[in-house]
Structures are given as C-alpha cells and as structure tokens.
C-alpha cells in the first residue's frame, strides 16, 4: 500500500491550517474519562468560549489554555494548565492557572465497549488583582468508548469559589455539565505520537459564581497531542 | 436590506471569527462581519490560490517542492504576533493584523498546493473551478453594477467577504472529498 494513500504527517498539517484558516478565532482542549498511561505526556493548547444563555449575541467571554498532562500510573494522571483571557474588553480578568489530579476508577485495563468513570480534584487561581478567586473543583467524567478512537464523554463539575485557598463556606457551588467527544487521527500505536481532535458543548450555571446568573453555554473546540509510551 | 444582510452575514461569519467589536474594522457605521486577522487571512488564501488558476501547472508543481515546514513559519506570523500582542510585547494595530494575517492566509494557500501535489490530489475539479469563476464573476457584477460601489461601500465588503469565505471553504471541502475518495479507493483495493 503506497504511504500517500495511508493518513500521513502532511494531512494532520493540513487540516491544523484548515482549523486555522476557519477557526483561528475559536479553539480548545478538552479531556476525557481515561488517564494517560504510566510516563505518557499530553499537550493541549486550547480555549473555551462561553455566551450568556439569554444575551446570547453578546461578546463571548473566551478563554486560551496551555495545558500539559502526564500519567503517573496506570489510573492516576496529573495535569497543570495556565489559562489566558483573550475577551478583549475583560482585561484579562478571568486569567488563571490550574492543577489537577485524575484518577480512573473503572475500567483500569481501558478496554474499549466498557464504561470509564473518573474522577479527581482540581484546584485554580484567577490571578487578576481584580479577581483574586480560588477555585475548587470536583470533576466526574463518564466515557464509554465504542470504537478505539472515538471517545464520547460526558462531564459534570461541582466547583467553589472562594476568597482564601481552602473555602470557607460550601455554598452557591457552580454546576458545569459537558457533552463531547474525542477523536484520534491515526491508529493508537504506543510507539507513535497520537494526534487527536475534541468537540464538547456544555452548560454552566454561572461564570461569576453569583446565583443571579441566568447560565453560560460552553463550546469546545480543539487539538491535543499525546507522546509516545513505554508499555510496561 | 442593510440591516438584513448585516444581521445574516454576522450571524453566519460568526460562525468562524469571534468578531470581537474592539477590533473589527468599522466602514460607513457599519462594522465588518469577520476581524481584520480573519479577513485578511481568507483574502490572501482567496487571491494566493485564485493567482494558482492562471499560473501553469509547471510552475504549480515547482511551488508544490517547497519544504512544508518553510509554510509552516509563514502560517504562525499571524499566531507570533497574537501571542507578543497578548503579553503586551508588543502593540497589535489594524495595519499589523491585516499584514500578519495576509501572510498567514497566503502561507495555507502554499500548504493546499503542496499538499495536492504530494497526495494526488488534482488542484481544481471542472465542477470547483467553474464555480469560483462563476463566483468571480458574481462579485464583479455586485461591485460594479448592482450598486453603488461608494455609496454601498459597507455591503459591497460584506459581500465580498462572504463569498470569499463560501470560495475559500468550497476549495478546502472539495480537496478534503478528493483526498477522501482516493483514500477509500486504495483501501477498496487493498481488500480485494
């Protein structure tokens, strides 16, 4: 079979200037249910933009995170990620850096037609003078892949916000839920680099964390690269 | 009807810029559907590959030798510039978004025709080139006949911009058609 007929290096170039062509304005990451194997590395530089539900032609508050991710072993995986806004008349204002550890607890051999459901906890500081909000996150993913490529997830989020770094008062948590899906663009292979495109949309009850917020839509779309592993 | 077309081309154009209102180049009162990065990125991409069509396949072919990863520098102009802009590095005017953007569209249009060359892929079907001519042609009549080209500066642009945007995505979809078709045709093949 003649490699030009095969997904090669020069079709994945292609469609990322295609992305940047269409979508320079909108791109993202986004995460499964299933950790990264044991010393496997991710790199998923992305954004996320965000519309009122009721004012919904209004700007959009958009978001560029720079994430990078690492699997620790076989169902623990940690993350950090520096996320930039871009919403030109915020000033910066939503601007933050994160941390995060996953863990898988089903499915640990991540065979594919069987449910992977996770969860972890995640912490964030939006460091705007401004702003100066800490963030307390309970994620619960929820994928079941059909195929060894496409993985569809589901996730909800229960997140706090607070003045201090452990928060004082459990109350008004934000409610996040997100539909997407992740797709691999050539055969998963330990040796070879894993390309991969993601689409979710979400809901969020409240961007500032105030019960009075009619609710935010989330769009996701984006890139993520995942190294090559050892298989131990 | 200026507020129809304003109201459909931001909606549909919306679609792929985030037409952020500090930034969108205003004309006549009217702002323009797509920033000025996304405008001049599909206008170099339009006008680079348009030039392809009346250039002979020879010199296509010798184009198509270029290293891609040369292209690829030209692609990031536009991202380099974005990113010193955000880290206030340096200072972002229309002027520099309209040049880094040129380049970068004119970098994707080079990508295209490298990557047709290297995957078989022919560069137009009779179909995609009768159409941009048709296209072509269209624009033509609306800027220079069907209204004032000063007086309707604003919707002229709009226009423009969006069947530039509709040429410029039928080029893309019609390659990724044939990239397809000649993908499932050796895996056709292959299983026989």
Known sequence: MKKQFQFNKLDLLFICAV???????????????????????????????????????????QLLGTSGRIGISKRFEFGAEHVLDISKDNDHLFSSVWGDLKVQLSNKDKLIRKPIISTGFMKGYAYHEEAGVHFTTIPILFSIK??????PTFQYRLEFLSDGFIPAELEDPRHTFALGFEYSLRELSPEKWDPRIAFSIGTLNSLSGSSDDPGILLFNFGFKINTPYKIK | MIESVEFIAHKLLGLICHQDPSIVLVVQGHPLPLCPRCTSMHTGFFIFILSMCLISDEFRLKLARINPFVVLLLISVTGIEWILANYHLFSSSTVSRLLTGFCT????????????????????????????????????????????????FWLNLTLLLSNIVFINFLIVVTTFILRAQGMIRNLTYTLQ
């Open chain 2, 105 to 152: 569209g004119t970098g994707i249009g080079l990508l295209l025709i490298i990557y047709q060359a290297r995957q078989s892929i022919y560069f137009m079907t009779t179909l995609t080139r009768r159409i941009v001519i048709l296209s072509g042609i269209c624009l033509l009549f609306i800027l220079f006949m069907l209204v004032d080209p000063i007086q309707y």
């Open chain 1, 146 to 151: 059909p195929t060894a490529r496409f993985a």
């Open chain 1, 19 to 61: 992305a940047i062509l269409f979508l320079s304005c909108i791109a993202t990451t986004y995460h499964t249910a299933e950790t990264l194997h044991p010393g496997q590395g991710s790199l998923s530089p992305g954004y996320m933009q965000a519309r009122s539900t009721e004012e919904f032609t209004e700007t959009p508050v």
